[in-house]
């Protein structure tokens, strides 16, 4: 093989066709066919052996990273000769594995294991009743358990394979600990008596088994040869410790496709640093100076659980017993904790009670009033394995007919099934906890105290929860029912986490436009957005002040926004543009062209102004041709559509602003009260939040131009003897592009203009009329000192906006 290179199948395929053939036909019979039992030549670097002197080599991987094969043909290589009867290296190997059935299953008569890799003539024997492999040469390999490490005692090994300890967070994982699921492997099967919920106290409980076991010298003692122990747990590898960044995996199943297999998987990656129950509420008693106290009979793993330390022991603990489900009473003047099961530990007769005066039997029992057991209930809680953000959880009775709902929230990290159980199970207890029981029992029953659970002469069973001593003991209980608390059945799912949503600014900008459709709010102004690259989703929040945001509007794509790079000049509305090319550079997006058809019809519809709200003319084109990158020329106009032509600059200089109108640029929620003032709007990357310095912040308040008239049409004088008589014709923003009709239909609710006489500068003379003519009588323009030339301005009003833009004339006197 070329230097440098261990494997040979891979130099091999890396080869042309003509250099195999040669390799192939240049070998006997025999290596033919010893070649596919040639480790060496197949394996992948990771699958070999380290070079030099080692004591221990630890394969790291995962499923299906070839680790059984590995070892299986390190033991092969330990233990066979050149020959099939001649002495290996080593004559005595231990194969150590969790269980026999493990070792066994796998290593030995797995599919990648010592017998399957094998070749016919130095096949080892399997001797079932001694637990062992004998090869043709003499050579053993015993098979071992990890439960029974006193079996390691007596042989002497010159070699071993271990396989690594670790237990799927599965119920009864301990039961088959390597037992896995996996819908793409053969070998997916649930462990014995397994209901398939998946369960990471059992994989904790598994592991802190193990570790305690071997920590005790009595089981794990320390040799006098070496000075160490016969386990070295400083050694021992757990399976699985996973290289993929948690909770990405696995979260990210669109990267892996092993993710869905985490929930019920060996993995500890986000459940490593969990803690037990147990060991929390201890840990609450000793901060809180309690010493006596006993949770050996508490189980339950705790994922992430908010104490702020200021708090009392009582109140740090409530939310736990609260989510948990546990009691904690005094025995002995040791405080106890009980995890509720709900099963009967003591019975009570009726010949047995004791009896009380003033009681009217002997058992008093009560049930709540429907009305006071709620019907529904939603938990709140910080949810894991992904982003741990507030979620909740509801559960409801079926009969459940009413609209009200208890909330409760807890500081605690669960997943959505164990939310989802806790509420179940809350709101079934609650429903059950109706009935009460009130009995006396003798001094010689004082066993029974708070916490247990007794079976009355009804056959129910009632959880204690209140003693009071006189005479005799009198006992208030509530009935509890074992099935309360299985586990939740609920199928998990893997959570998702949040995408990374890069830091990346938009460019806003707001539109204050006329009606364009006609089904727009008339007050609201649009918003329009671009980046390169683009967040994938924008957020615009707003606030009458620069707090207490709310989220306005969302824009899911980017607008066709960019800048002009010529000047482009005013140009009579009504007749197509063919003045020279408009040419603008965009910031990201397209243009295209469209037929002059097309174009009446209202197609290809921008705005173009100053970057301000409310100075924007609209206009469209036919024609648009791609020049440059991200530069295109645009000929063939129609200006000043949609009555902006009242507001036409003489020319829109180069450095103006060009916004395609295509239906991405997206109305605001503005209330009409809100139209004129000032309002706070934060917009930004919507994965972000609004106070992300990616953010841009603006201050702006809008007109409402969609309420604005537009400008009178055809304003002329005709005069009437001495007098000047003015008539126009009226414009309409709404509906006024039907031929049906023999007038446009009036967008105001009055018909009214207002009418202003300019002379020599100035304003002379302001009037209003309700239609479409005014006179301006010789004796007026004598008493307005007009003489000579004059202007008249005519505007449409509007009860909402105001007047609209005016219409010129110039009378020359």
Same mark, same amino acid.
């Given at each position: 093989m070329p230097h440098g290179t261990r494997s040979g199948a891979a130099w091999l395929v890396s080869e042309p066709p003509e250099t195999a053939e040669t390799f192939l036909a240049g070998l006997s019979e025999g290596a033919l066919l010893a070649l596919p039992y040639l480790f060496e030549f197949w394996a992948l670097p990771h699958q070999l052996p380290p070079e030099g002197d080692w004591r221990t080599w630890v394969i790291m991987g995962g499923r299906g990273a070839g680790k059984t094969r590995a070892g299986a043909e390190w033991v092969r290589s330990e233990v066979e000769g050149a020959l099939p009867l001649d002495p290996g290296r080593s004559s005595r190997v231990a194969l150590v594995g969790e269980t026999i059935d493990q070792v066994r299953e796998v290593m030995v008569f797995g599919d990648s294991g010592i017998l399957a890799c094998s070749p016919p003539d130095r096949r080892p024997e399997w001797q079932a009743t001694r637990r062992r492999l004998v090869w043709p040469n003499g050579a053993v390999a015993q098979v071992f358990s990890a439960h029974e490490p006193e079996g390691l005692r007596g042989p002497q090994f010159d070699a071993a394979w271990v396989d690594e300890y670790g237990c799927a967070a599965i119920d009864k994982g301990t039961n088959q600990p390597n037992k896995f699921l996996d819908p793409k492997s053969s070998e997916s099967l649930l462990p014995h008596y397994s209901s398939g919920r998946r369960d990471d106290f059992i994989q904790m409980q598994y592991l802190r088994a193990i570790t305690s076991h071997y920590a005790s010298t009595e089981n794990n003692p320390v040799s006098a040869v070496y000075g160490g122990p016969m386990v070295d747990m400083a050694r021992a590898h757990v399976w699985a410790w996973d290289a993929r960044p948690y909770p990405h995996f696995p979260g990210l199943t669109d990267v892996w496709s092993d993710g869905d297999n985490y929930g019920r998987g060996h993995w500890l990656n986000g459940r490593g640093g969990s803690r037990s129950l147990a060991g929390v509420v201890a840990e609450v008693c000793d901060r809180a100076g309690v010493t006596d106290y006993d949770v050996s009979e508490l189980w339950g793993l705790l994922r992430g659980y908010m104490a702020t330390g200021s708090d009392t022991g009582r109140s740090e603990l409530q939310p736990l017993m609260l989510a948990y489900g546990f009691d904690a009473v005094e025995r002995q003047g040791v405080l106890a904790?009980?995890?509720?099961?709900?099963?009967?530990?003591?019975?009570?007769?009726?010949?047995?009670?004791?009896?009380?005066?003033?009681?009217?039997?002997?058992?008093?029992?009560?049930?709540?009033?429907?009305?006071?057991?709620?019907?529904?209930?939603?938990?709140?809680?910080?949810?894991?394995?992904?982003?741990?953000?507030?979620?909740?959880?509801?559960?409801?009775?079926?009969?459940?007919?009413?609209?009200?709902?208890?909330?409760?929230?807890?500081?605690?990290?669960?997943?959505?099934?164990?939310?989802?159980?806790?509420?179940?199970?809350?709101?079934?207890?609650?429903?059950?906890?109706?009935? $009460? +029981?009130?009995?006396?029992?003798? /001094?010689?029953? =004082?066993?029974?105290?708070?916490?247990?659970? #007794? &079976? !009355?002469?009804? @056959?129910?069973?009632?959880?204690?929860?209140?003693?009071?001593?006189?005479?005799?003991?009198?006992?208030?209980?509530?009935?509890?029912?074992?099935?309360?608390?299985?586990?939740?059945?609920?199928?998990?799912?893997?959570?998702?986490?949040?995408?990374?949503?890069?830091?990346?600014?938009?460019?806003?900008?707001?539109?204050?436009?006329?009606?364009?459709?006609?089904?727009?709010?008339?007050?609201?102004?649009?918003?329009?957005?671009?980046?390169?690259?683009?967040?994938?989703?924008?957020?615009?929040?707003?606030?009458?002040?620069?707090?207490?945001?709310?989220?306005?509007?969302?824009?899911?794509?980017?607008?066709?926004?960019?800048?002009?790079? $010529? +000047?482009?000049?005013?140009?009579? /509305?009504?007749? =197509?543009?063919?003045?020279?090319?408009?040419? #603008? &550079? !965009?910031?990201? @997006?397209?243009?295209?062209?469209?037929?002059?058809?097309?174009?009446?019809?209202?197609?290809?519809?921008?705005?173009?102004?100053?970057?301000?709200?409310?100075?924007?003319?609209?206009?469209?084109?036919?024609?648009?041709?791609?020049?440059?990158?991200?530069?295109?020329?645009?000929?063939?106009?129609?200006?000043?559509?949609?009555?902006?032509?009242?507001?036409?600059?003489?020319?829109?200089?180069?450095?103006?602003?060009?916004?395609?109108?295509?239906?991405?640029?997206?109305?605001?929620?503005?209330?009409?009260?809100?139209?004129?003032?000032?309002?706070?709007?934060?917009?930004?990357?919507?994965?972000?939040?609004?106070?992300?310095?990616?953010?841009?912040?603006?201050?702006?308040?809008?007109?409402?131009?969609?309420?604005?008239?537009?400008?009178?049409?055809?304003?002329?004088?005709?005069?009437?003897?001495?007098?000047?008589?003015?008539?126009?014709?009226?414009?309409?923003?709404?509906?006024?592009?039907?031929?049906?009709?023999?007038?446009?239909?009036?967008?105001?609710?009055?018909?009214?203009?207002?009418?202003?006489?300019?002379?020599?500068?100035?304003?002379?003379?302001?009037?209003?009329?309700?239609?479409?003519?005014w006179t301006y009588s010789a004796a007026a323009r004598a008493g307005d000192g007009v003489g000579g030339s004059y202007d008249v301005e005519v505007a449409q009003v509007s009860a909402q906006f105001g007047p609209g833009p005016y219409r010129r004339i110039v009378i020359d006197g």
């Open positions: 904790f009980r995890s509720r099961d709900g099963v009967a530990t003591a019975s009570v007769e009726s010949d047995g009670l004791a009896v009380s005066p003033e009681a009217e039997s002997d058992i008093v029992m009560l049930r709540a009033p429907d009305a006071e057991t709620a019907g529904r209930l939603r938990l709140s809680y910080v949810e894991s394995d992904a982003d741990y953000e507030t979620r909740a959880s509801e559960a409801v009775f079926p009969d459940e007919a009413t609209q009200g709902v208890a909330a409760s929230e807890l500081p605690l990290v669960l997943t959505a099934t164990e939310a989802r159980g806790i509420a179940e199970r809350w709101l079934a207890e609650a429903r059950v906890a109706r009935d $009460t +029981a009130k009995f006396s029992l003798p /001094p010689s029953r =004082l066993a029974v105290g708070a916490g247990d659970v #007794v &079976r !009355l002469p009804s @056959g129910a069973g009632y959880r204690v929860d209140r003693v009071e001593m006189a005479e005799h003991q009198i006992l208030e209980a509530v009935r509890v029912e074992p099935e309360l608390y299985l586990p939740s059945d609920a199928v998990e799912e893997v959570v998702r986490p949040k995408p990374f949503a890069a830091p990346v600014p938009v460019y806003p900008l707001f539109l204050d436009l006329p009606l364009l459709r006609g089904d727009e709010v008339p007050h609201a102004p649009h918003v329009a957005a671009t980046a390169r690259p683009w967040p994938g989703t924008a957020a615009v929040y707003d606030s009458s002040s620069d707090e207490g945001y709310g989220l306005n509007v969302r824009l899911a794509s980017a607008s066709v926004i960019g800048e002009t790079q $010529t +000047a482009l000049n005013a140009a009579a /509305p009504g007749v =197509l543009d063919r003045s020279g090319a408009l040419r #603008v &550079r !965009l910031v990201k @997006g397209a243009l295209s062209s469209a037929s002059v058809t097309e174009m009446l019809n209202g197609a290809n519809a921008a705005a173009i102004g100053d970057g301000s709200a409310g100075n924007w003319e609209v206009f469209q084109f036919a024609d648009a041709t791609l020049v440059d990158t991200r530069t295109w020329e645009i000929g063939v106009r129609l200006r000043g559509q949609a009555g902006t032509d009242g507001f036409m600059p003489e020319v829109w200089p180069a450095g103006s602003t060009f916004v395609l109108l295509d239906g991405t640029p997206q109305q605001i929620d503005l209330a009409l009260s809100n139209r004129g003032l000032a309002r706070h709007y934060r917009i930004g990357p919507a994965q972000r939040a609004y106070d992300d310095p990616s953010y841009v912040h603006l201050v702006e308040a809008f007109d409402g131009i969609g309420l604005r008239p537009y400008a009178p049409v055809h304003l002329r004088r005709v005069q009437d003897g001495g007098d000047d008589v003015f008539a126009w014709v009226r414009r309409t923003r709404i509906d006024g592009d039907s031929w049906q009709s023999a007038d446009v239909p009036l967008a105001e609710e009055t018909e009214a203009y207002a009418v202003r006489v300019r002379h020599g500068g100035g304003i002379v003379r302001e009037a209003t009329t309700a239609g479409t003519s």
